[in-house]
Structures are given as structure tokens and as C-alpha cells.
DNA sequence: GTTTAATTCAAACGTTTGTTTAATTTTGTG
DNA sequence: CACAAAATTAAACAAACGTTTGAATTAAAC
């Protein structure tokens, strides 16, 4: 891939998380890139193949890190559950830009049937490698019966709701508001693996299997 | 309010929810309605004015109801949790639109600092109802020490991550795409209430507090 | 019934939108 | 150097955008 293609790809990354697809023009990114407005067609052919070309340029991002995890023979559930944590934690945390186009653009209805299987695949995968991980727990008698889905629905969905906003992440958390990105993203790091540890610890903890009432 | 302006606006929300607010225009809103177009400038003054208008609208919706849950003496904090659970599962799957443009168009710069203000007192107010409850769970030695600001996102993260997409979620959920809305939301709905209450359980439960290692 | 205010309308406003064109410059190759 | 392909440009395109206008219609008040 060119250098100027992919400087466009993570220039319009920056627009589209920060004022949303129909938010940013072409304008915008051409400008914004220093390229002339006709290339970002020259090399994508349209906005929306844009967004395409980026999602695909970002799905390669973490490919293997969790396949690896997986393999690990050494690893107790538990370690891998807590470094489960790290990863996505962390991996969110370092691509707040697209992790806000996902999170945005990918509502109701999907920009393209293209777009919207990229995005499901992704999840999909995530969801296995999830599965994956607390059914060896099961079968060794340390987690319990849970729902797998929303148990990953529960992971996403709490890192989710502190990036989205950082005047909101701010004031619910009572951190100031003016410190620096760096600071405020490790800040909430610590946060919110400390928080989804203990979460999952009780959550999964086989001895805390609910008594029939 | 006319029932000309509220209509407007309840027609308006499911367009901002399904294709975003930069999405939609005012002509679509105009057309769906049966209004004429200049209609919105006369009642709103501007289609920025008009979200405004909608989220003041829909922020009226809840209150009262977590004042009394609060307030609910004979409830024990194990009991309220469940109803809290419930109410935000319910009102949110209740007000789907709504919730999917509070949860798209609130992403990293507000649209406006009064839209801003007003989304961050909501998410306060809601956040003071649950602290008050969970610390009173904890100084009656039922609940544990958790970070609940982290708490409060785990609960609203978990309902989002299953109400951005509903193509996404019944793949994940595997549930068949063709049911119609109505089925599809009773069954997420027993699900996440289902789920959100064992995972709290877990969470809060101060016999399951962490031994230090 | 007349007058005043509120509502509705078609039409037009000036911008901005995504995309294309056709000419020009740069680059790579023999 | 010569030639072809690739890259870049300014300009233009039609369509869509949010908003405003001013006349026409309806409703309310006296």
C-alpha cells in the first residue's frame, strides 16, 4: 500500500471518529491530508470504499495476538482472562479513532452489505476466541455456567461507554478535564482493567455458582 | 405542546436513530411527517434546535420512577438492583431510537455545549440513583467494595452492545433475522435482565470479596 | 364581520456535498 | 532522450443540503 494511501486512511480515521462519516466531507480530508481532492477517488474510487479500505487496512490489526493466547498451554483460564482484559483494553484504548467509527457507524443499518459482513466477521472471531477461553474454564471446573455472548457483550460494551466521550468519561470519573490524551487513556486503562478483572473473577468464579433459592 | 411539533419529533427520532442525524435531512423528516418543509424552521428554529428540543422532550420521560425505587423502604438493596436492572433494560428497549441517538450522536465532540450539558446531567442523575443504592447495599454488609461509576457503565454497556445493530446482535445472539421487532426485543430483553442480574450478584456479593493473594 | 395573529405553503436562496473531467506534471522504463 | 503509465491538479458537475422568503390560508379575538 502507498504511503500517501494510507496517510489519507488514517487522516480520514482521525475525521471520521472525531465528527462521524456524513459529518466529514472529502473536502475535509483532502484538506486536512494535503492531497488534492480528486485523489481520495483516484485511490478509492468512492467515501464509502473508503471506509471499506480502512475497516479491511484496520481488521489485520490484531490478528494472531488472540490465536496465540488461545494455544498457550501454560496459561491458567484465569491468566487468560485477565490478559483477555489487557488486550482489549489496551487495543481500544490505542485505536480510539476507529474504535469510535465501529462503534458509530455501525448502528441500525450498516452503510453496505460489504461493510456490515467485515464488521460481523470481526466480532464473530472475537466471540469465538471468547468462547473458546471460558469453556476450557468450564471443563475444568473453575467457571461456571455463564451466557458467553453477553459476557462479551458485558466486556465491549463497559470499555465502550467510557470512549466514547472524554467531557463525559471526565465528569462521571472524576478526573480533570484538562489533562493531557495520554494521561486520561492510561488513567482510565488502569481503571477499567482493575474493574473488569474483579468483574469477571465473581462472574465466572465456579464457587459462586447461584443457590437455588 | 401541538401534536403537529411532537409528531415531528417522534418522527424525527426514528430517523436520527436509524440513519444519524447527518444522515437524515430535513427534507426526509419533512416528508415522513406530511409537513411542509419549512414547517421545522417555524416549530424549531433549526434542525440542531429540533435534537435539542428531542432530548429535553425524552428526558422528561423517566423521572420519578428512580426517585421512588429509591426511597422504596421495604425493598432490600438485592431487591433493588434487580428492579434497576429491569427498569434500564425495559426503558431502553422501550425507547430504542432514542437510546441509539443518545448513543451515536454523543460520541467525542457533542453536537453543541447545550446538548452536551443536558446529556451529561442525565447520565449523572442516573448515575447518583444507582451510587446511592449500592452504598447503602454496602453499609447494610450486603454488597462489597466495587467502583461504581465503573458498575454503572457495565450495566449501560451491556444493553448497548446488543441494541446498536440488530443484524449484528441476532447473529451473536443466534437468534433467526426474521422474527419481527416485537419478538425480538421480548427475547434480548429476558436475556440481558437474565444475565445483568447474575453478573451483579457475582459483582456485588460481599461474600465473594477477593482474598489477597 | 372585521381585524390580527398564527400557520402553511411553494419557491428560491446560497452553500456544500460527492464525484468527474480533461489537462498537466511526475515517474518509471527501455 | 523518448515514450507510456501513473499521479496530480484546478475546474466544473449536478444533486442535496439547511434555511429564508413572502404570499396564501386558517384560526382566534373582539
Redesign the interface.
Known amino acids: 500500500m502507498s504511503d500517501k494511501r494510507e496517510h489519507i486512511l488514517i487522516v480520514a480515521e482521525a475525521l471520521f ?4 462519516f ?2 466529514t466531507s472529502v473536502r475535509d480530508i483532502a484538506q486536512q491530508a494535503g492531497v488534492n481532492l480528486a485523489m481520495i477517488s483516484y485511490y478509492f474510487g468512492s467515501k464509502e470504499k473508503l471506509l471499506e479500505a480502512m475497516i479491511e487496512f484496520r481488521a489485520m490489526y490484531a490478528y494472531g495476538i488472540l490465536e496465540e493466547l488461545n494455544k498457550n498451554e501454560s496459561l491458567s483460564p484465569w491468566d487468560k482472562m485477565d490478559r483477555l482484559v489487557e488486550f482489549y483494553v489496551d487495543r481500544i484504548l490505542n485505536n480510539l479513532p476507529f474504535h ?1 467509527i465501529m ?2 457507524e ?5 452503510r453496505s452489505e460489504e461493510i ?1 459482513n467485515k ?2 466477521a470481526i ?2 472471531r472475537n ?1 469465538d476466541h471468547i468462547t473458546k477461553i471460558i469453556t476450557d474454564g468450564q471443563q475444568k471446573k473453575l467457571f461456571r455456567q ?2 458467553i ?6 466486556i ?7 470512549t ?5 468519561s471526565c ?4 478526573i480533570q478535564e484538562d489533562i493531557n490524551d495520554e494521561s486520561f487513556r492510561s488513567r482510565l486503562s488502569v ?2 482493567k ?2 473488569l478483572k ?2 469477571l ?3 465466572l ?1 465456579i464457587r ?1 455458582e ?1 443457590e437455588p433459592e
Request: proline share 2%; aromatic share 8%.
Open positions: 471518529g472525531e465528527k462521524g456524513d459529518g469510535n462503534y458509530t455501525t448502528g441500525t443499518n450498516f456490515k464488521v460481523i466480532k464473530m466471540l455463564v451466557d455472548p453477553m459476557t462479551v457483550g458485558t465491549m460494551g463497559t470499555i465502550s461507554s467510557y466514547q466521550s472524554r467531557a463525559f465528569q462521571i470519573l472524576a481503571r477499567l482493575s474493574h474483579q468483574l473473577r465473581a462472574h468464579d459462586n447461584i
